[in-house]
């Protein structure tokens, strides 16, 4: 099939630069546009404001920055990697000329009619999108993934939950600097330290889990009723978000059948054999000291698309139990969770 033309709103920040770089030679889709608020005009190589580790194809390097408002390029559907005061007037301006918007931003997620996704956790609710184009005659739509530590929590805990029934989940989480942008945290305040407090970001992943292991009612999510409790740290590593959980379920729950219920799980986009889909989504490593941040945040068939988990121990009854992953932030946890969801929505019918 001839490939869909997008574009990417923010492009030249931390994450618009993960896409960039991920969509290029992507089998379906061919990056057409490259926007920015401040850099309209310039060559997208010289308006990239953070100084990454890979390098920027130099057919987009060469592109010109278009401006962020519909009908200043033209494509089938555009990326939002928007900051969330600009993503909450944007987004919409955009859907409502008829494109069709995949955002990581945070002001629509728990809209009720805005699909929350991760591809491999609740493909069935992309059947509100529909519903929203019809409730709010638009000819777009906006479809949403969540807070990049709920996105790797979320894929952790529906295998879990489908098999012993989670009643109470209480994580403790450790963020790279690269979560909050660039230039992210000064580097006095982060060198030699862990910063206890992430602004809105317990918030986050108290409530987005819960929407996206949520089901289908009416026309809305019903949220599921598991206990969810978050205290989120930020440490001074670049990538790769490390998160500890404490669970109690309503079934009994052993160590070795945990490991397996994670290992064989697999979702759609597994089942569909989508570009960006990891084949094993979780990656169980048995081994004392993993998983670590920097030996795994890139793992899996397609790199950083896996979350790999460890550290599988009970907890404190037959009811219980402990364990902990690493998930790439701005992978998995923003720009290659959306594509994968970009992904999915093609394979439905919904773009091209």
Not at 223 to 229: E, V
Not at 239 to 259: A, V
Not at 309 to 327: C, E, K, Y
Not at 336 to 341: D, F
């Amino acid at each position: 099939m001839d490939k869909i033309r997008v574009g990417v709103l923010a492009a030249t920040g931390m994450v618009g630069q993960r896409y960039v770089t991920m969509l290029a030679g992507h089998p379906s889709f061919e990056l057409v546009a490259v926007a920015g608020m401040e850099s309209a005009g310039k060559l997208y190589g010289e308006a990239v404001r953070s100084k990454q580790q890979f390098p920027l194809p130099k057919e987009v390097s060469k592109m010109v920055v278009s401006d962020t408002r519909p009908g200043a390029f033209r494509a089938d559907f555009v990326f939002s990697a928007l900051p969330t005061d600009a993503a909450s007037v944007v987004e919409p301006r955009f859907a409502r000329s008829g494109y069709k918007v995949i955002t990581d931003a945070s002001p629509h997620r728990m809209d009720h009619d805005v699909p929350l996704l991760v591809p491999e956790v609740n493909p069935e609710h992309i059947v509100l999108l529909e519903r929203q184009q019809r409730g709010r005659k638009w000819k777009g739509f906006i479809a949403a993934t969540p807070n990049c530590t709920a996105a790797g929590l979320a894929l952790v805990l529906k295998p879990i939950h489908d098999e012993f029934a989670l009643r109470r989940v209480v994580v403790n989480t450790m963020q790279a600097v690269s979560g909050a942008g660039y230039p992210g945290v000064p580097s006095l305040d982060i060198l030699d330290n862990a910063i206890p407090f992430i602004k809105d970001e317990e918030q986050k992943v108290e409530t987005e889990p819960l929407k996206i292991l949520g089901k289908l009612d009416g026309a809305r999510v019903k949220p599921s009723d598991i206990r969810l409790s978050a205290t989120c740290h930020r440490i001074g590593t670049t990538d790769g978000h490390m998160e500890s959980i404490y669970m109690e379920t309503k079934s009994k729950i052993d160590i070795e059948r945990l490991g397996r219920v994670l290992r064989s799980f697999r979702g759609e986009p597994q089942r569909l054999r989508l570009h960006t889909a990891p084949k094993q989504p979780i990656l169980v490593d048995e081994r004392n000291d993993r998983p670590q941040v920097k030996l795994d945040r890139n793992a899996g068939t397609v790199p950083g698309m896996a979350v790999v988990a460890g550290r599988l121990r009970p907890g404190l009854d037959d009811f219980s139990a402990r364990l902990t992953f690493v998930a790439h932030n701005t992978i998995r946890g923003a720009a290659g969770s959306t594509i994968l969801a970009a992904e999915l929505l093609r394979s439905k019918g919904m773009i091209g």
